[in-house]
């Protein structure tokens, strides 16, 4: 996973994780100035492991998830003017440990963020970690966090438990192996993948219902979303979602409208060198003129622009 964090200075910095195993992990920066030219590029983490999703806090640091059975969910933050640029820590967002993969936040009462993580295992269970406090400290203080674990009561109504036995049961049932997830401010609802069930399970969190619908059924154009469900990112208007896929022959880059659910594609990887491949690090720069994703096993990250120049939204 990956995302853009605009910098203090002019610029940006697009961070990415590194999935490499026994502590062979971490998270690099890819600096670059206020026109798009490549300054830097530089380790940010090192010394972790499978560092797989992650997410944006509303404050522009970046959770690095690692995705093993004693992972954690480490906050970093690439602003080389911020007194905590060399001081990357793990948060209390990972508890005990697991195989975490991606963060969301409902910043909606700033003072009280509530972040959501989600745990590639068949049976792990979405957590939701309601923080006392906002800024970095915030995440690194073990009184200011709240846990408790997501539970599908049927096929449309949730609620949240402190008992994660009991989730991990719900879990292991409804939404098997979660990977990416995004908050949608304006609706107040959630939106994450089951990569097991190629789903995406929408969560209501104000009614406490949920609905859910099959990655890519509503096609329109020319290729097919057809493997796993991966990470996901809302674009700057929220008009569109867009998802990496895990697998298949043909992995590539999709959007979903959100006014209709449908999806197309914005590109695929059709040369059997990228079979079995996937697809990683969707991001789009601040001014929305430039979109980032790579495709993971063979290292190539790619910078797509329009031909008229325009925002992507």
């Known amino acids: 996973a990956a995302a853009i964090i605009p910098l203090k200075g002019g610029g940006y910095v697009y961070v ?3 999935e490499r195993a026994n502590g062979k992990g971490g998270v690099y920066g890819l600096y670059f100035d206020e026109f798009g030219n490549i300054t830097e590029y530089k380790a940010l983490l090192d010394e ?26 480490w906050q970093i933050d690439p602003d080389p003017s911020s007194p905590n640029h060399d001081n990357p820590k793990s948060t209390t967002l990972g508890g005990e440990g697991g195989r975490y ?26 957590r939701r970690v309601e923080i006392d406090g906002t800024g970095w400290d915030s995440l690194h203080r ?11 009561l049927d096929d449309s109504r949730f609620g949240w438990t402190v008992d994660e036995d009991d989730a991990k049961d719900s879990a292991e049932e409804y939404y ?44 329109y154009g020319e290729g097919s979303f057809a493997a796993q469900p ?20 043909t992995p590539g880059v999709y959007a979903r409208l959100g006014s209709t659910g449908t999806y197309y594609t914005m590109f695929q990887a059709i040369s059997k060198d990228y079979d079995g491949d996937e697809t990683v690090g969707v991001a789009l720069s601040p001014d929305g003129k430039k979109f980032y994703a790579g495709i993971q096993d ?9 031909d008229d120049g325009l925002p992507f939204e």
């Open 176 to 219: 098997p192996n979660s990977e990416g997830i995004s908050f949608h401010e304006e609706e107040g609802r959630l939106y994450f993948m089951s990569k097991e069930l190629k789903s995406m399970l929408v969560l209501d969190l104000k009614a406490s219902t949920y609905e859910s619908e099959t990655t890519g059924k509503k096609f």
């Open 48 to 73: 972790t492991t499978d560092n797989c999703g992650g997410g944006l806090t509303p404050w522009n640091t970046w959770i690095s998830c690692e995705e093993y059975d004693d992972g954690q969910c």
């Open 101 to 126: 993969e991606s963060v969301a936040v409902d910043n909606r009462t700033p003072e009280r963020p509530v972040f959501f993580v989600t745990e590639d295992e068949s049976d792990g269970a979405l």
């Open 16 to 18: 990415s994780n590194s």
């Open 230 to 249: 991966d990470q996901s990112i809302f674009g700057p208007r929220r008009r569109h979602m867009y998802f990496t896929e895990d697998g298949g022959s």
């Open 142 to 152: 073990e009184d200011a966090a709240t846990t408790s674990f997501l539970r599908i």
């Open 298 to 306: 063979v290292g190539i990250l790619f910078e797509f622009s329009r």
